[in-house]
């Protein structure tokens, strides 16, 4: 073993006494006589294993300085592999097992062998935790990681697979509400007089949270098997939050909390039937709204679950021949128009599946960045619609993250999005095509 392994070795041997110590000291009691021995004993030993990287960093030295120079000889230089928004999970990871501590996260961070990019951020971080505070936004490796954990974001949403028109947050914009109108004049006859009227579309500024909770050892874990499972439960997360507010009609908004979804008050009529014939009698009805609303057809994109786009795929004529060539799972083209799938439409198989035809152009959205914040002491209701309230309290049944030995991660996204016009989007609800 190098002296650099056994270095990297005690490391990761006292992050796991600091650990341990912590965990004695935040239960909100005074130490018992065995808590009390173990949390010196544990001083001692941190003490002594200080002392001896030390002296194995004074080897290091007098090894480095002795060493005789070698022969340059060509060599390769090997780029960081590892997947896109793994440094962004470890930066997460040692974070959250610190409690938002980034002195302490850089000593996780070193035992966890996570690399000088990771522990850069984390010590430049000393005054912050978050990809989005004023002190933090302006160093280049952090934002670097949150843009990765952006990126991989984004097209797992059903907003990041469309082309919508981006604006800034917190804008008014103009918008006529009534046009000008011209009229025919005879020979010498006066000219009429017209105007327009005008009003304002406001962007406001919303985020969008969601929680995440893994277990402790979990995230003490540095194989490439737990960050992608931290990845993808943090990405899933936000995700599903995202989405449903964005496409579910039921979703009308709430003041300074939330945008309504694109599909909230629009034109919404119910499938016409089942069959081929009703698809296509569906389609012609919501594309005829379009063209009324002199709406341009080339930015049109429909969006479907998954289940309605393997119905269309699967339907066949009477001579075996596909119905509607090009429509698949994944997405495809239907009718001319690009489709973008996601579990997240709204409907069961009961009742049926919304089908939302809409303009890109005409879906305005203004992004913000991404924030993240830890805690292991927190009492959670493990709830995906939580009746917990602090202006209003409803008794509910709490689980303590620190008696579980677990740690929640809550990501918080800024996003917000809204229709130009109303007859931007057109819902076909209800639909059983098969």
Known sequence: MTIADQIQQFHAKKTELLASMDSLITKGVTLSGDE??????????????????????????????????????????????TPKGTDFVRFTKALALSRGNPMQAVEIAKGLQYGNRVETVLKAAIAAGSTTSA????????QLMANEFIELLRPETILGKLTPRQVPQNIRLPKATSGTSASWIGEGKPAPLTNAAFGDLEIGSHKVGAIAVFTEDLLRRSEPAA????RDDLLATVVQAV????????NAGITGVKPAAITNGADATAASGTDADAVRADVTSAYKKFIAANHPLATGVWIMNPSTALSLSMMRNANGQKEFDGVGMSGGTFEGLPVVTSTNVPGDAINGYDVVLAVQNDILVAEGGLAIDASREASLEFDTAPTNDSTTPTPSQLVSLWQTGSVAIKAIRGVTWTRRRPSAVVVISATKYA
Not at 41 to 55: C, F, K, L, P, Y
Not at 135 to 142: A, I, K, N
């Open 243 to 250: 989405d449903l507010a964005f496409i579910d009609p039921a």
């Open 36 to 81: 009390d021995a173990q949390y010196k004993s544990a001083e001692v030993e941190i003490t002594t294993i200080d002392q001896h990287i030390d002296r194995l960093k004074s080897a290091e030295a007098r090894q480095a300085k002795d060493a005789k120079p070698v022969a340059r000889t060509p060599y390769i230089t090997v780029g960081d592999n």
């Open 135 to 142: 002190d933090f936004s302006v160093l280049v490796e952090p």
């Open 227 to 230: 960050e992608a499972l931290v």
